[in-house]
């Protein structure tokens, strides 16, 4: 079945420094890739999404890429800041009312 | 806004009991879902709906039942807990249309079952 795989499970990485999570899926109809972002105690929401009629897409300190062929999708957190400590979600769908599909999370820990 | 609200934030029931978890939205979405997080596991998918009286099964279903009969509203049901039901328990709801979309999440009901 359709799979999502999300590494590293644990991050940690000094204020100021760049963070990147790595995530692959299996099905290759995906075309839906969304970030969540769950921070302590709360709700996952969403930080960034990608379609995969484009290959990168960049919202202040937060991007993504999109490599299709390969099938992998990543996040990149820039200037990390003590308030970008919480657990991300990446998630592949194939749209259309479908189910989305989410990787285990990756625990991201900004040290002072 | 758009604002999803479940029945309980903490819920402690008994092994073999019936248990209601409820999740109401108001924004007129169309697709609504029921996911389990666990330390490690991530969310996963229990059940989900694309419409009134409309389920679909999700990766883990067992031991699960859900009920839609209003657009707002989504209920999972545990027609026996067991331990293992032990589980944060999280809805959320999305637009239908011809691509996926945002899900907009709960807080989340924390249950533990003894």
């Known amino acids: 079945g359709e799979n999502v795989e999300q590494h590293p499970s644990t991050l940690s990485v000094q204020e100021g420094d760049s963070a990147v999570i790595k995530c692959t899926y299996s099905?290759?109809?995906?075309?839906?890739f969304p970030w969540y972002k769950q921070e302590l105690g709360k709700r996952p929401q969403l930080i960034i999404d990608?379609?995969?009629?484009?290959g990168e897409k960049k919202d202040q300190r937060i991007a993504v890429t999109l490599n299709k062929t390969a099938k992998h999708f990543s996040l990149h957190i820039t200037e990390t800041q003590p308030e970008d400590s919480a657990v991300y979600f990446c998630?592949?769908?194939?749209?259309?009312?479908?189910?989305?599909?989410f990787g285990k999370g990756t625990r991201l820990h900004i040290l002072p | 806004d758009v604002k999803v609200t479940q029945s309980s934030r903490y819920l402690v029931k008994r092994t073999g009991e019936k248990v209601f978890l409820e999740c109401v939205q108001d924004m007129d979405h169309e697709n609504m879902f029921w996911y389990r997080q666990d330390p490690g596991l991530g969310l996963r998918l229990i059940y989900f709906s694309y419409d009134v009286k409309m389920k679909e099964k999700g990766d883990i279903p067992e031991g699960y039942s859900v009920s839609r009969e209003k657009k707002e509203r989504f209920s999972l049901i545990l027609e026996s807990a067991s331990t293992n039901q032990t589980s944060m328990y999280l809805c959320a709801s999305s637009l239908s249309g011809p691509s996926a979309d945002t899900q907009y999440f709960g807080p989340g009901t924390r249950l533990t079952v003894l």
């Open positions: 990608i379609r995969s009629n484009v």
């Open positions: 099905d290759s109809a995906s075309n839906y």
């Open positions: 998630a592949a769908s194939r749209g259309r009312d479908d189910k989305i599909i």
